[in-house]
């Protein structure tokens, strides 16, 4: 299976990030991490997947705020930074168990 990355610009609220990230998951692909970066001096997110096997989906995800709680029925896959609305915000990626 091959890692692929994306990116997801940093202007995005967490409610564009998610729906972005479950579009490329509808794909048969998995969320893995995000790392901020810069392109043409703005910073962006570059959100890595991996390919799902043919035939099957990942559980759904929902990346929030560190501070936010946990979705109910869910476990935590990661967490790290990404650029949120333009501003760096410290996030939780957890996934349907």
Known sequence: MAD???EIQG???LNQINIQIAGEEAGA???VSSKVSVRN???TNI???RDFPVGTFPKPLKIVK???PQPQGTKKVWSGVM???GTNTA???YRQS
Do not use: L
């Open 41 to 43: 001096n703005v910073p």
């Open 91 to 93: 996030v939780v990626a």
């Open 29 to 31: 692909r998995e969320f």
């Open 47 to 49: 959100v890595t997947f």
């Open 4 to 6: 692929e990355d994306i």
């Open 11 to 13: 202007h995005h609220d």
């Open 66 to 68: 560190q501070n936010d």
């Open 83 to 85: 650029v949120v609305a």
